[in-house]
């Protein structure tokens, strides 16, 4: 019902420019350095060659090195934005060279004014509004993966591996070097990128796919080579080539990287606290099993130094999503993609694996757990196999194993359990065509103490399929997929029950069942999209899951018994005008039913999106939904579907131009539905200032009060028999939330970042009601009164995290980190008081953590 932006507030303390000691360059001076090595060839717009170096070059960011001179240059760079195609002023040229185990590179980046380049510093792998240099490298060829090597001026690096064309893997962190400096001709990047942190075929001689980006962040331009088109979908396969590389063989691709951690902390100890301290070890390991395969195993993984979920108070039917946040999962996680159900344009898309369900928190804490049970679920070990097995060919397969958590008594509260996700994909030779297939797998371990409440078994498995035409600008994609779970007669009517399949409604034609030990399902999923050509876009989706499709074992879903029909339309205009630098208008249709056919919900939404010649963004959108017949299923949580009445919501917001030190933005919404009985409004301000390249500070506010006429309350007597009351309440509730983020950056390797997020939310129910005639027209006659007092809630909380990062040795790190939790449930029942609220945060006896992990890469 309400929107949620998080917004930005910087704070820095020295200047925002990086100074260089020369003044700008003379017009003689600059043609002499673009005119040097006049030996050297030049590449052509699409195709370059690497240069096998006689001898290493010495890595310092200079461009006097002799062993350059014979390199070939590239430097038919081009702008793509904010205009596509024409000619720069910031000149550019790069060489490259090889030989046995590195690639080097080295970039010239011309300016003529070197003193306004922006060079800020910040922790590895966190993008600042600093002039940047990309190196993409399509190591397989294959049009549709790669990586990217890239850096700033400060010499901060960021690194990416990219799959499905243009989706970025940012928790790919590869040892690499670079050196580079600022001069009176403007700056330097010199890279040395070992091939063991690629995968290519056993071949004698490589073509790599091959593209350079360059940014300028004071004019918002960016520069490339090959030419990219930004109407064109995807981004790997507009690449150039990078020929000429040969006798680079097979490079070592063992990697070890064990680490070793102390922690200390707060645990209930009957009416006071204790602190013991516990001592662990583990290891990382990667393996190059072939030149296209790859292993990655962890023993006993610690993610102490992973950065908290944020506080959310949920009150709907339905699972909170969270994101995943731990190395090991993240990496190469493209391959383990199966999406089954996805938000707007693919967004927010969740599938047959989410692999937050390995360490997750133990199911049955809540039954037969106390306040000294784990909170998470232990790590064993895991491994994973991903790469390729012949041409176009990739693979995934990833296992995993989590121990038995106890609670008092020694009773489960989550069992020994075995994860188990293999994934296999095929590309056509020109990268427009892929199918694939995936199957998961979880089996538990289960005692007399668990085998009620838990599914012994579960397994999922899909085929999918994808197809650009039309150059590449249309793309239509398909997925089948099934599920089995089995396990009790109680476990399985459990599962029937739950929110995700509610098979006890009394007013449909599900069946349920006590006596099943199984449960089957399946769903399906078409997609026509265009991405490319011209200013308009579109997509269509077409999704069916079957009543008893159930991957949550695995995966994530938040319901089944679902069809949907979706479209989007968009018009994006990319060419800068007087008016705007550029827009993008969209709108959206959806309607949903049940699989027999129920109407859940019909809805409209436009949102616009326009940049101003100043560099303001403005936003603006509306929802109306549910203006016809249609009813929502799972409100009465197993009870009798519910009339759903129209709803309608309007927002807006600015933010001024990010290029700046400073930078200011604003979103504010408001809603209305039920009649006229609910509605509510929200406010997300936030502002940031930018003056040092060192220490920056973030911070996001969010406001929202909602009265919410039809919020479930509870269900009382047997669900879905003639005794069931369900009832609802009206709830005025008041949530608030304040993000801070403070970072400060030392050097491109040792950084201090924290974290903070205090939130309250309070509730007061009132006009208890239970359900009379739930489809009737008329809002008031779907409710009769109901007696007692609704209550309400008063929730508290505060999260931080403060991170002490260094990279001591390249892949070499230590952490110092603390965390801290507070919590407090009172009885003030909406009586919100923002300061009072707040200062009751910090009256709670905190829960911190103090820990200490340091890593060791190993590479022999």
């Known amino acids: 019902m309400k929107k949620s932006i998080v917004i930005s507030l910087l704070f820095c303390a020295t200047p925002l420019f990086a100074q260089s000691s020369t003044n700008v360059a003379s017009n003689s001076a600059l043609q002499a350095a673009l005119t040097a090595n006049p030996a050297a060839s030049t590449a052509s717009a699409t195709v370059a060659m690497s240069t096998r170096a006689v001898s290493p070059p010495v890595l310092d960011g200079k461009t006097d090195d002799p062993v350059w001179n014979t390199a070939q240059v590239i430097d038919k760079f081009l702008q793509y934005e904010p205009k596509t195609g024409v000619e720069t002023r910031f000149k550019t040229q790069v060489r490259v060279m090889h030989d046995d185990n590195y690639l080097y590179v080295l970039a010239r980046m011309f300016d ?9 510093l910040s922790r590895r792998d966190v993008r600042t509004q600093s002039e940047q240099l990309k190196l993409v490298i399509d190591s397989y060829h294959d049009r549709r993966t790669g990586y990217e090597f890239i850096v700033n001026p400060a010499g901060v690096k960021r690194d990416f591996y990219v799959f499905n064309d243009n989706d970025e893997d940012p928790s790919w962190d590869a040892v690499w070097d670079v050196a580079t400096a600022v001069d009176s001709l403007g700056w330097i990047a010199e890279f040395r990128i070992p091939f063991s942190q690629l995968r290519f075929p056993n071949n004698p001689e490589h073509t790599f796919g091959f593209m350079i980006v360059r940014d300028v962040a004071r004019t918002a331009e960016r520069i490339s080579w090959p030419l990219y088109y930004r109407d064109k979908q995807g981004y790997i396969s507009q690449s150039g080539e990078l020929a000429g590389i040969s006798g680079i063989g097979q490079p070592s691709r063992l990697e070890l990287t064990p680490y070793v951690v102390t922690k200390n902390e707060t645990r209930p100890s009957g009416s006071s606290y204790n602190h013991p301290q516990s001592f662990a070890g583990g290891a990382d390991l990667k393996y190059g099993l072939s030149s296209n395969l790859t292993l990655n195993a962890t023993i006993n993984p610690d993610f102490g130094q992973v950065e908290a979920d944020p506080a959310v108070l949920n009150l709907s039917a339905f699972e909170q999503f969270f994101d995943e946040r731990r190395p090991f999962f993240l990496e190469g996680s493209g391959i383990f993609s199966f999406k089954t159900n996805c938000g707007d344009i693919d967004s927010g898309c969740t599938g047959l694996f989410y692999s937050r369900r390995i360490g997750r928190s133990p199911q049955l804490g809540g039954l037969y757990g106390d306040q000294n049970s784990a909170t998470n679920t232990t790590i064993l070990g895991a491994a994973k196999v991903t790469g390729r097995v012949g041409k176009g060919t990739s693979i995934g397969l990833l296992d995993a194993v989590t121990q038995r958590e106890i609670g008092p008594q020694s009773r489960t509260i989550e069992p020994q359990t075995n994860y188990s996700v293999a994934r296999v994909q095929q590309s056509s ?44 600008r249309f793309e239509l994609a398909a997925n089948l997929s099934g599920s089995l779970v089995n396990g009790t007669a109680d476990a399985i009517a459990g599962t029937q029950r739950d929110g995700v399949h509610r098979y006890q409604r009394p007013d449909d034609d599900l069946e349920f069942d006590p006596t099943r030990t199984s449960l089957r399902g399946d769903a399906e999923r078409l997609t026509l999209s265009k991405f490319g050509g011209g200013v308009t876009r579109f997509q269509s989706v077409l999704q069916r899951f079957s009543p008893g499709f159930e991957t949550n074992d695995l995966g994530f879903q938040s319901r089944a018994d679902e069809m949907m029909f979706r479209n989007w339309f968009a018009l994006q205009y990319t060419k800068p005008t007087k008016i705007y630098t550029r827009a993008f208008l969209n709108f959206n249709t959806m309607q949903k039913w049940t699989a027999e056919g129920l109407p859940t919900t019909v809805g409209l939404n436009t949102n616009w999106h326009v940049q101003f010649p100043n560099w303001f963004w403005g936003h603006i959108g509306a929802n109306v939904n549910d203006f016809t017949n249609v009813y929502n299923d799972r409100e009465a949580r197993g009870g009798p579907a519910v009339r759903k009445s129209m709803e309608y919501e309007g927002w807006t917001g600015i933010e001024s131009d990010s290029r700046k030190p400073w930078y200011l933005n604003t979103f504010a919404g408001g809603w209305r539905g039920s009649d006229g009985n609910s509605h509510g409004y929200w406010l997300n301000p936030g502002a940031q200032f930018r003056l040092s390249s060192r220490f920056s500070a973030s911070l996001s506010f969010n406001y929202s009060h909602d009265i919410n006429d039809k919020q479930w309350r509870a269900n009382f007597g047997t669900v879905g028999s003639d005794t069931a009351h369900y009832t609802f309440a009206r709830l005025d509730q008041t949530t608030v939330d304040l993000s801070t983020r403070l970072n400060f950056t030392m050097t491109p390797n040792l950084s201090l970042q924290f974290y903070g997020q205090p939130f309250t939310s309070s509730g007061a129910y009132s006009n208890w009601r239970e359900l009379n005639d739930p489809r009737a027209a008329n809002y008031a006659d779907r409710f009769k009164p109901f007696s007692g007092d609704p209550g309400g809630f008063s929730f508290k909380e505060f999260h931080s995290n403060t991170v002490l990062r260094w990279e001591y040795s390249p892949g070499s790190t230590l952490f110092l980190v603390w965390a801290q939790g507070r919590q407090d449930s009172g009885d003030r029942v909406n009586d919100f008081s923002f300061r009072r609220d707040f200062e009751d945060i910090f009256k709670q006896h905190p829960d911190n953590t103090l820990l200490l992990k340091v890593s060791y890469w190993i590479n022999p």
């Open 112 to 120: 003529p004014a070197p003193d306004s380049i922006i060079s800020l």
């Open 429 to 472: 030779s020109d990268g427009q065509t892929d199918f694939g297939a995936m199957i998961t797998g979880v089996n538990r371990s289960l005692d007399s103490n668990t085998d009620s409440y838990l599914r012994r078994a579960a397994y999922s498995g899909g085929l999918d399929l994808r197809h650009r035409f039309l150059d590449k």
